[in-house]
């Protein structure tokens, strides 16, 4: 795993079962280029903690005593832009607002759809293995949107059904080469850069590279509308198919 921003990813943990929490922390502690800076029992310490340690990425729990998780997300992220800017330059990459990984034993729609809501850049359950977790986690701490593969396809198969059909082969498309559209594709079926670079062997930096290149030639703005944009096209069918 490669470190893409200048430094140690600050990581605050939030979750209200120590066994749970105490097993994250362990396992961030020992990985490279990350860094615990505070834990967060609840909402309402999670918000404190945010405000005081100004982490990089906040892995947060949905389901908590009192301020759940998503609420805390709402609050962590409109404290940060509200705060006076602090911390190391804008030169070093890091983020200018915390970025909320969502980490929770339950995968129910309503929960994806308000963690997106509030502004979280990531879902995950916590069967999710060690690597795919760290991996997450440097990928939301780079800007990218990360979802469990089995969550991005419930969320564009629920997108595409409520709205019109379109052709399977719309011209925008026709302006991609092979390559872009295999990096769509991989991207649409929940990869990482890490999974697609591995997958079609290439370095993570050409699949950022075609990737940018997608988006501009299709006047996307993120990576979560390039997603939509695979389904509705007929890229990817509904149920994890190639168009």
Do not use: W
């Not at 066994?19 to 961030?28: D, E, K, M």
């Not at 409109?78 to 990984?101: F, I, M, N, S």
């Not at 809501?117 to 780079?142: C, M, N, Q, W, Y």
Request: glycine content about 8%.
């Amino acid at each position: 795993m490669r470190e893409s921003i200048t430094g140690m990813i600050r990581v605050l943990v939030v979750d209200d079962q120590d066994l749970i929490r105490a097993g994250l922390v362990a396992l961030l502690r020992a990985a490279p280029g990350v860094e615990v800076v505070a834990e967060a029992t609840d909402g309402t310490e999670a918000v404190a903690r945010a405000a005081r340690t100004r982490p990089d990425v906040v892995l947060m729990d949905i389901r908590m005593p009192g301020t759940d998780g998503i609420t805390a997300t709402e609050r962590i992220l409109a404290e940060a832009a509200a705060a006076p800017p602090a911390g190391p330059a804008p030169e070093t990459g890091r983020p200018a607002l915390p970025r909320v990984l969502v980490l929770t034993t339950f995968d129910l729609d309503e929960y994806v759809y308000a963690a997106l809501r509030a502004g979280a850049s990531g879902f995950l359950l916590k069967d999710t293995g060690p690597e795919r977790l760290l991996e997450a986690i440097h990928a939301v701490a780079r800007g990218d949107m990360l979802f469990a593969p089995s969550v991005t396809r419930r969320l564009i198969e629920a997108y595409v059904q409520r709205s019109e059909p379109v052709p399977d082969s719309p011209a925008s498309l026709e302006a991609l080469t092979a390559r872009e559209r295999e990096v769509l594709l991989l991207t649409a079926r929940g990869l990482s850069n890490t999974e697609i670079a591995e997958q079609l062997f290439i370095s993570e930096a050409t699949v950022k590279t075609h990737l940018n290149r997608t988006m501009t030639k299709l006047d996307l703005g993120s990576r979560a509308q390039a997603v939509v944009v695979a389904y509705e096209s007929g890229l990817v069918i509904p149920g994890g198919s190639a168009g």
